[in-house]
């Protein structure tokens, strides 16, 4: 497994760029993401956000493997949820996992197109699943590249998507949240997420 504190904020990332002045102009909100390459299951953190579909009740993909590291149980709670709309999510126990929660959240299908509902079902994910994280006083969440598998999410606006998102959450909530870890699976996104992480993290 993998502690939270053995998880590089984006402030000492190897590979952030931002030089020393934009560091300190924005160094808290530096200090409250981190981009992770890998597998979300090994994360011990507060909650893990999961790319479910409406049915919650597993699927292929990120949602395989956390039903498979979570084990049965969580399966016999997600069936007691009754599905989840699509731009909503709803949290569960961790069960086997390392972590505490899981929060389910259902992405728009694109299939490559994305138009203004999409846009806004995305960051809906995101804005329903930080919601859920202060509801239940976590502190610490890692979300994977939501609907950009299986559901054809073009992977660079969901990029963008997913960190202003998120910067925009945690500038209004600073005190309420540690952790904003981007897990990213492929390599495309970590490069992706590596050429914009400063953007939105670091200048300003
Ligand atoms: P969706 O149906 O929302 O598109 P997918 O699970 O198909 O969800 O894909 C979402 C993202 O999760 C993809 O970038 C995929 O590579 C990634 N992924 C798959 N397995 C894992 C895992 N174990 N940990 C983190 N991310 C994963």
Redesign the pocket.
């Known amino acids: 497994y993998v502690p939270l504190d053995k998880i590089p904020t984006w402030a000492n990332h190897d590979n952030n760029t931002a030089t020393e002045e934009e560091e300190r102009k924005s160094f808290s909100l530096a200090d409250k993401v981190s981009l992770y390459k890998?597998?979300?299951?090994i994360l011990e953190v507060d909650a893990i956000v999961n790319?479910?579909?409406s049915s919650l009740l597993g699927?292929?993909?990120?949602?395989?493997?956390?039903h498979r590291a979570a084990g049965h149980l969580l399966y016999e709670e997600c069936h007691s949820l009754n599905g989840c709309e699509t731009g909503k999510a709803k949290i569960t126990c961790g069960y086997d996992l390392p972590a505490k929660y899981v929060i389910h959240t259902v992405?728009p299908i694109a299939r490559g197109n994305v138009g203004q509902f999409q846009r806004d079902d995305l960051e809906s994910c995101y804005k329903c699943s930080l919601k859920l994280m202060k509801d239940n006083n976590l502190r610490s969440v890692a979300f994977?590249?939501?609907?950009?598998?299986?559901?054809?999410?073009p992977?660079e606006p969901a990029a963008e998507i997913a960190l202003k998102t998120v910067r925009d959450w945690i500038l209004s909530n600073q005190d309420e949240i540690d952790r904003v870890i981007f897990?990213?699976?492929?390599e495309t996104?970590y490069e992706i997420y590596k050429r914009k992480m400063s953007d939105f993290f670091s200048p300003d």
């Open positions: 890998g597998d979300i299951t790319a479910a579909n699927g292929g993909g990120v949602d395989g493997c956390i992405g994977p590249c939501i609907s950009t598998g299986i559901y054809g999410f992977n897990c990213v699976f492929l996104d």
